[in-house]
């Protein structure tokens, strides 16, 4: 099947870490992403994680995959105002035919 | 390096017309996705296309839409006699080959139908 589940909401203060949680279905799944939207604009990639991986570090972010339990997390670090934004989680569906299978997005909110 | 273009940026049809919306992928990219987003969701799969082949239409609507992706020109996905229910933001993405290094998106079209 897929399905790909996220938090709808997270606020958290300026300075604190955020982490955003998502599960996902399909275990055949080669890369799982994570894209930022702002309003009114595209998504942005922010990261990726190839499968065989259970972690990946790239500056502020940290992404932690679980195959076991098909879960993947994005943690921000130092999170700012400028990080307020719609988070989305994304599975390579197993299929290979290009198509992602995203989240329904998490609205990130950061307080001064 | 333009990124994804997509074309226009806001669109406007009274219910019945048609739209077109255009996408041209980033340079080297020869694989072309759409996806559709609604108001408080995420996105869904619309179609992959490559050039002047179309490898998975499997979420575009039976009736009324179509896409192309020819060999000279933009993909251009065409959705004939709208009706309010097609209100959404349409986005592209492109990508290298299988897509293994991320997509790349546009920044979408918004379509209004009125």
């Known amino acids: 099947g897929e399905d790909v589940e996220q938090s709808l909401f997270l606020s958290v203060r300026e300075g604190d870490s955020s982490v955003i949680n998502c599960t996902y279905t399909?275990?055949?799944?080669?890369?799982l992403y994570w894209y930022k939207q702002e309003p009114g604009a595209g998504l942005q990639l922010l990261t990726y994680?190839?499968?065989?991986?259970d972690m990946k570090q790239d500056q502020r972010l940290t992404v932690l995959l679980n195959k076991k339990d098909k879960h993947l997390s994005l943690r921000i670090a130092d999170t700012q105002t400028g990080d307020s934004a719609i988070y989305f989680c994304?599975?390579?569906?197993?299929?290979?035919?290009?198509?992602?299978?995203f989240g329904q997005g998490t609205t990130l909110q950061v307080k001064p | 390096n333009a990124g994804v273009m997509q074309n226009p940026r806001h669109l406007v049809r009274r219910r019945g017309q048609e739209a077109r919306l255009r996408c041209s992928p980033m340079?080297?990219?020869?694989?072309v996705y759409w996806y559709r987003q609604l108001p408080e969701e995420g996105l869904k799969f619309m179609v992959y296309?490559?050039?002047?082949?179309?490898?998975?239409e499997s979420g575009m609507p039976k009736e009324r839409f179509s896409a192309e992706f020819p060999k000279e020109g933009p993909s251009i996905l065409r959705i004939q006699q709208v009706v309010r229910g097609d209100s959404a933001a349409y986005f592209c993405?492109?990508?290298?080959?299988?897509?293994?290094?991320?997509?790349?998106f546009g920044s979408g079209t918004r379509l209004t139908v009125v």
């Open positions: 993405a492109s990508s290298r080959s299988d897509g293994a290094y991320g997509y790349t």
């Open positions: 399909d275990s055949s799944s080669t890369y």
């Open positions: 994680i190839f499968s065989n991986m």
């Open positions: 994304a599975e390579n569906f197993s299929g290979n035919t290009g198509k992602l299978i």
């Open positions: 340079k080297g990219h020869s694989h």
């Open positions: 296309l490559q050039k002047e082949n179309i490898i998975d």
